[in-house]
């Protein structure tokens, strides 16, 4: 139980392209879900909180226009990354908790973007 | 504000040896304490997790935790490790459960397992 997908997995894009990834909870319903990033070697930093229904908070330092999320259903939240540019490049990962709250992030496998 | 600091940014060790990674953290409240662990070119899998209670946490495949709050630490330990252990070893921070706390990662620690 509690399995959470991304896709795509991978994606290679132009520069100036807009990039969708989705994220999705399979076996479960989460009212909240979270973006990460992740730089190689590095560790994951928290982009923005997102709640079924409600506009997404954003970390300082990430722009929301840019880093446009959806979270339109209990089991779909989307990141939609606009006008891709070549440092956009990172692995992005997503988390959910379910409707009954609780302490456990359940992570998604992550979605690798390389921007040409 | 809370951080987690992981001591050693890589741990090389043979196989059937004990490891022991290191994590500290500061917070100016009570907190709850996680260690992930993520294989190579893939999402973040639940470790173990301390929340309350017994100070001493287990997880099913032989890693074993201590929250010490003296010492605001929470150090991983395996007494035999094995080359399957081979990953990135993340602990993270949270003071909210109720409302699904954010969490705080420490800068991770590869640990590799030499046969």
């Known amino acids: 139980g509690a399995v959470v997908s991304q896709h795509p997995s991978w994606v290679i894009c132009k520069s100036g392209t807009s990039v969708k990834i989705e994220c999705r909870s399979l076996d479960f319903q989460a009212t909240t879900m979270f973006w990460y990033r992740q730089f190689p070697k590095q560790s994951l930093m928290l982009m923005a909180t997102?709640?079924?229904?409600?506009?997404?908070?954003?970390e300082q330092g990430v722009e929301k226009d840019k880093f446009l999320i959806n979270h339109a259903s209990l089991t779909l939240s989307t990141l939609t990354v606009t006008s891709a540019h070549p440092e956009d490049s990172s692995f992005y990962i997503c988390s959910a908790i379910g409707l009954a709250g609780g302490e456990t992030q359940y992570f998604g496998p992550g979605t690798r973007l390389l921007v040409l | 504000a809370q951080s987690v600091t992981q001591l050693d940014s890589q741990v090389p060790v043979f196989e059937e040896a004990p490891v022991e990674l290191r994590c500290n953290y500061s917070?100016?409240?009570?907190?709850?304490l996680f260690w992930y662990v993520q294989y190579p070119n893939q999402g973040l899998q639940l470790l173990l997790k301390y929340l309350s209670g017994s100070t001493l946490v287990e997880s099913i495949n032989g890693f074993e935790a201590e929250f010490n709050k003296s010492q605001t630490s929470f150090h991983l330990r395996k007494p035999s490790v094995h080359i399957s252990d081979t990953a990135e070893y993340f602990c993270?921070?949270?003071?909210?459960?109720?409302?699904?706390?954010?969490?705080?990662f420490g800068q991770g620690t590869e640990l590799s397992v030499k046969p």
């Open positions: 993270a921070v949270s003071d909210s459960l109720n409302q699904g706390g954010k969490l705080i």
């Open positions: 997102s709640n079924e229904g409600s506009k997404a908070t954003y």
């Open positions: 917070s100016s409240v009570s907190v709850y």
